[in-house]
């Protein structure tokens, strides 16, 4: 199949590792030009020379820290004095609160930043380049909505899920599609700060997860890199899981 990718411009966050990182390496592979976004700078260039060794187009790499509401801004007009366009936007960059941490005010402030404005942002900042190639597409990285108990980020990533819904009927008529994918268990590095080890993994993927295994960052890359791909243009407004059968509500 002909993804339709080859000289689309596309910006991954969080693409320094896990997901983000795995996203940006496929869509360089099926020919688009990648921005690479993260707060690590060196983590971007590294990834940046490794794509442009295969010989794909050399991404181009800017460091921001996605919380601070200026960065999206900032990152569009890079975008557009650099490239010029942009056809896709991946926000990828998320992150969830510690196991037990104390959910005071400012822990509420910063997950509402990280999981649901800078998402929120960086879209309404972008919309302009994304309608104007006529195939705009975003997909946001959510999360599985079945808590085990409080939590600040899972509650900013209904916020994003309900948003993104609302955002995608908004836009429809400009050929820009808004999708989310919710991973479950993936082996990166965010998640391996809760599963330090490989028995705690594969303790709860025995009890929890059909599959009876955590996911690759490659996995969830398939999925992403589809939805923004040509042939995904009647697909919006949607929220897709990759958890191998984990999650339960329909």
Not at 59 to 77: F, I, K
Not at 169 to 176: E, M, P
Not at 193 to 220: S, V
């Amino acid at each position: 199949m002909d993804l339709e990718l080859a000289g689309r411009c596309a910006l991954v966050t969080g693409a320094g590792t896990g997901i983000g990182r795995a996203t940006a390496r496929l869509l360089a592979a099926e020919g688009a030009q990648v921005v690479l976004v993260a707060r690590r700078l060196d983590a971007l260039e590294t990834l940046s020379a490794e794509i442009a060794a295969e010989g794909r187009p050399r991404p181009l790499s800017l460091a921001a820290d996605l919380t601070d509401p200026d960065a999206p801004e900032h990152l569009r007009d890079q975008v557009n004095d650099r490239l010029g366009r942009l056809d896709i936007l991946v926000n990828n960059a998320g992150g969830a609160e510690p196991a037990g941490a104390t959910l005071d005010e400012a822990l509420w402030r910063s997950q509402f930043e990280l999981n649901f404005h800078a998402k929120r942002r960086l879209a309404e900042e972008f919309l302009p380049l994304l309608a104007a190639g006529g195939q705009g597409r975003v997909v946001n990285l959510v999360g599985i909505l079945e808590p085990f108990g409080v939590s600040a980020a899972q509650a900013a990533v209904a916020a994003c899920i309900l948003w993104s819904k609302g955002f995608s009927r908004a836009v429809a008529d400009r050929q820009v599609t808004v999708n989310c994918v919710a991973p479950g268990r993936i082996d990166s590095e965010q998640v391996r700060a809760h599963f330090p080890t490989r028995a705690a993994q594969e303790e709860f993927a025995r009890q929890l997860i059909p599959a009876r295994r955590f996911g690759t960052p490659e996995e969830a890359a398939a999925l992403i890199v589809f939805l923004a791909s040509g042939p995904a243009r009647y697909i919006t407004g949607d929220t897709f899981t990759v958890d191998g059968g984990m999650h339960r509500s329909i």
